[in-house]
Each structure stands twice: as C-alpha cells, then as structure tokens.
C-alpha cells in the first residue's frame, strides 16, 4: 500500500470535488452516505436503494468515484440496494492510499467494508479497475460471493502495449502540454464511445489533477480461473484497447466454468452512456443475478 498525494493541487481536488457532486445531482433516487473504518483508513461509501432489496456492492472504475458510478447504474435499485465504496486512491472521496495488486490489499479491503456492514455474502458488480478488484476478491474469499458481474474488467486480458502508447500515452503528454479540445478529443477518441460533455470535460480535468498510477493490473493465473466456481458474467467491449472483450470473453469462457459472457459491439473500453445502453445493462444484470 503505497501513500501519496493523490491530487496535483488543492485547486485540482476541489474541481474534482465538483465533478463528484454533479454527478451527484444526476442520481433520481434516495442516496446516503456512510463512513466505514478500516485498517486502510476511513472509507466513504454511497448506499441507494430500499433496505430490503438484497445487496449489490458495486465497484468503480481507476480515477472516477461513486457517484458517477451510480449516475449509470441507478436503474438498478429497482431491484437491488447498491453499495458504493470509494476505491482508495482512486476517487476525490477515497482513503489517500493506492493498494498494491500484488498481495491480498484489494480483498482485504472489501472484506472489512462488508463486515463494518454487517454483510456476509453479497452479489458483486466490478468495472475496470473495480473489476479486478471484485475479481481478486472472488478469488480468495469465493464463500462471501453469491454471483459476479465483471464489466470491461481488468486483470483478464491486456491490450498490446504499443497500441496503447499510440492510442492513449502519447495523446495524454501533449494534451497535457496543450489542454485544448481537440487534443482531449484526441485522447479519449480511443476510449470513450458516447462523446457525453460531462463525462468528457471530467476526463480532461483527471489529466490535468489527479496523479497518474502507471501501475498495470496483473493478470489472473489460468488455475485461479479454473477454480472460480462462482456464476460470473463477464462483459466485454468490443474496440476495448486497454482490455480487448473478444480474447477476453474466449479466455473466459475456455476457463471459467460457471461464466456468462457478453460482447458490446461497437464499443470502446467505457460504454455508452446512454439511456439505451442502461436499460439494456439493467436488464442483462437483473436476468443474470435473478
């Protein structure tokens, strides 16, 4: 676990700050916040959705937060009650600590968030970087896992490394050196799939703010796979550069024995953000866990 300034400034946590609020405002349905205690730190969480639903902690992506997570996904609490913590490290309102994906931080730090929750077995719902962690989870403590929903995950597939530089790396250094529109529609052209100006303009100001973590997830060992008895739905992008969905659904699906699988077509790694796509998600989700 490695302890750093997470933020560029004091100016760049409170626009991230007020990113995290507008996406606040986004949310339709009753939402609280609670403070869990962990060894870790003190860990902010949302939780949206009636009490008696069954639970349904769900799992950010790298350098986002709860909230916009929640903007997209709040459908769910239809049927589900969400639990939202904040990744440390990787959220304006996360613990100031990045945890190592080498060892047991990942699962030992949702653990304690179930049990500061009083939960014992949950579903779990991971996206990007929040899918490796849910899928690391799953790995070591399979027997506080009901079902899985990985979406575009890390941690089970790569993309090539020169792709990404040319795609990603090298956009993001001259964006950087000239933060102008078309340079930031330059960098995320490869990695969002709906231009939404929120979700865009947000992006940009990650660039210009958060300290970057260069650090790449490893990847999950075929015997790790084999042995994952857990129903797991794995969803995929199909244009994902960062973690490609066709090898990763065939890896899946040639290793993992209880897995549902999913390609979005035409997708880059963050999916749309429509109103389509959310309803399909909800969906595919409800039929999955029900």
């Known amino acids: 676990m490695m302890k750093q300034n997470t933020f560029k400034s004091n100016e760049g946590r409170a626009r991230l700050e007020e990113w995290y609020q507008a996406f606040m405002k986004k949310v339709d349905v009753p ?17 949206a959705g009636n009490e008696s639903n069954p639970p349904l902690i769900c799992l950010h992506a790298m350098l986002t937060g709860s909230s916009f997570l929640l903007s997209e996904i709040q459908i769910l609490t239809k049927q589900y009650r969400l639990i939202l913590p904040e990744l440390p490290g990787q959220s304006i309102k996360g613990i100031e600590r990045r945890l190592s994906y080498n060892d047991d931080s990942f699962p030992d730090w949702l653990d304690e968030i179930m049990t500061g929750l009083g939960i014992e077995k949950t579903d779990l ?11 690391r989870f799953a790995i070591t403590r399979p027997e506080k896992v009901n079902k899985m929903i990985l979406l575009v995950p890390a941690g089970i597939v790569r993309g090539a490394v020169f792709k990404g530089l040319a795609k990603m790396a090298i956009p993001t250094v001259l964006f950087k050196m000239n933060p102008s529109e078309k340079n930031l529609r330059t960098v995320l052209s490869s990695l969002i799939t709906t231009w939404d100006d929120d979700w865009v303009n947000y992006m ?13 997830p490893p990847l999950a060992k075929d015997e790790e796979l084999r042995k994952l008895r857990i129903k797991t739905l794995v969803i995929g992008a199909e244009n994902d550069i960062s973690f490609p969905g066709i090898p990763m659904i065939d890896r899946v699906k040639l290793l993992v024995p209880d897995a549902e699988t999913e390609l979005i077509k035409n997708s880059n790694h963050c999916p749309p953000t429509t109103q389509e796509f959310r309803q399909w998600l909800d969906e595919r989700i409800t039929r999955f866990l029900n």
């Open 125 to 135: 719902l991971g996206v990007s970087l929040g899918g490796f962690a849910a899928l």
């Open 31 to 47: 939402v609280s916040s609670a403070e869990i205690q962990t060894s870790f730190g003190n860990n902010h969480l949302l939780i």
């Open 204 to 216: 940009g100001d990650t660039i210009q703010y958060f300290n970057p973590d260069l650090r790449v």
